[in-house]
């Protein structure tokens, strides 16, 4: 098999999965079928050769330069004003982690085993990047069957965490209606004129003239971040992962790094594409009986774990004055993530006013009430807390 004859069939299979994710509205993870895909033609029936991603040229991206472009990208992406008006968000998304942490080191173990239940801790609180930093310290370890335990988790967390969010989302939609919250008690735009003079700007760099806006001065720009969080991990000994997202945050905070800057540079969707790929080089060599056997601890721990999160949610959200209806909602957004945290509530806003006559300011309060919380508790525990705490717990697993 060629070079260009393995890419063609990676990003084939990768490409149908976008399809199906996309007509399913993200219930479907294109995970889903490229795990299947990989299990059947490589571990199951030899089609594909077990090095296929090799091959490909995709083996090496994540673990060489990918790691940091991918989560200096993240860590810029990030909104300090955001994170500060939604802090009962991320309360109610702490406390529903802390349950994921305190269950994995207690019945989890007792029930699953301690490699399974300590590995599922970052995944179950995130999703792709706490998945990838486990991933990778269990391949380092030479544990590639926990490396698949966790990234076949990541693939069905939608599965369970779509579900309840959705039925939440709608419930709490109907009672803030009923409840008077579409009310108009002043200006929408008044309310966000006093939000706008409120934000605070620490920016030091002006903004980054015509002749530097290019894809290249883009890449060099993340590249340098990402040197200097790698640098900054060596000096302190803290988790390099965690100095990506830290110097990726500040870099953006200060005007160094714009936002979406890996999207500029026209390099995102190789670099995820790379990093995809590495998650799934393991089931090349992983036949089906194998796969089919591992589902039973993959939903066990899901499944609790949503149980878990929820039921934390709702205590932290009983103290901060939240319907449970909205605080398990927040707590679960750690199975979603964006997109399908945003796609979820704006379905809750739809569903509950077609057919009535509600004005764009009343409408826009409803999307206010859900939006946000959705999509900065995704935000805060799939890209930040999780990371930081698989990185934490990951050295644990193989000690």
């Known amino acids: 098999m060629t070079a260009i004859t393995a890419f063609l069939i990676v990003t084939l299979i ?23 895909v990989f299990v059947i033609m490589g571990g199951t029936l030899h089609i594909f050769p077990e090095n296929m991603i090799e091959i490909a040229g995709l083996s090496n991206i994540l673990v060489t330069y990918g790691m940091a472009l991918t989560f200096v990208n993240i ?19 702490i406390i529903g982690m802390a349950g994921v942490i305190l269950f994995g080191f207690t019945l989890g173990q007792a029930i699953f085993g301690r490699e399974h239940a300590l590995s599922a801790i970052g995944t179950i609180c995130g999703g792709f990047g706490s998945t990838v930093l486990t991933s ?26 779509a579900p309840i969010a959705s039925v939440c989302l709608n419930r709490e939609a109907n009672r803030f209606i009923k409840n008077g919250g579409m009310e108009l008690t002043g200006s929408t735009a008044d309310s966000q004129g006093e939000d706008g003079k409120r934000k605070r700007s620490i920016r030091i760099f002006p903004p980054a003239p015509v002749w530097m806006q290019t894809p290249m001065m883009y890449f060099t720009k993340i590249a340098f971040i990402g040197f200097l969080g790698e640098c ?31 999207k500029k540079s026209g390099s995102e969707n190789l670099v995820l594409l790379g990093s995809y790929a590495y998650l799934l080089v393991n089931y090349l060599t992983l036949p089906i009986e194998e796969f089919l056997m591992m589902l039973f601890p993959v939903f066990g721990l899901l499944i609790s774990g949503a149980v878990i999160v929820s039921a934390f949610a709702a205590i932290a959200g009983k103290f901060l004055k939240w319907s449970p209806f909205s605080s398990i909602a927040v707590g679960v957004s750690c199975l979603l993530g964006y997109p399908l945290t945003y796609g979820l509530a704006s379905e809750a806003v739809n569903s509950n006013i077609i057919g009535k006559n509600y004005t764009e300011e009343q409408v826009m309060r409803l999307q206010n009430h859900l939006i946000p919380k959705m999509v900065i508790g995704g935000v805060v525990s799939v890209s930040i807390v999780s990371v930081i705490i698989a990185s934490f717990i990951g050295p644990m697993i193989f000690a």
């Open 75 to 93: 860590g810029c992406n990030l909104k300090f004003e955001e994170l500060i008006k939604e802090w009962k968000t991320i309360v109610v998304v």
């Open 14 to 36: 990768f490409g149908i999965g976008d399809v199906i994710a996309l007509k399913t509205k993200g219930l479907i993870s294109s995970f889903v079928f490229t795990i299947l």
């Open 136 to 161: 990778e310290l269990a391949n380092v370890a030479g544990r590639s069957d926990i490396a698949i335990f966790v990234t076949v988790m990541m693939t069905f967390q939608n599965l369970i965490g």
């Open 232 to 262: 900054f991990g060596k000096l302190t000994g803290l988790n390099t992962t965690v100095c990506y997202l830290l110097f990726g945050f500040l870099a953006a905070g200060i005007g160094f790094l714009e936002r979406g800057s890996l």
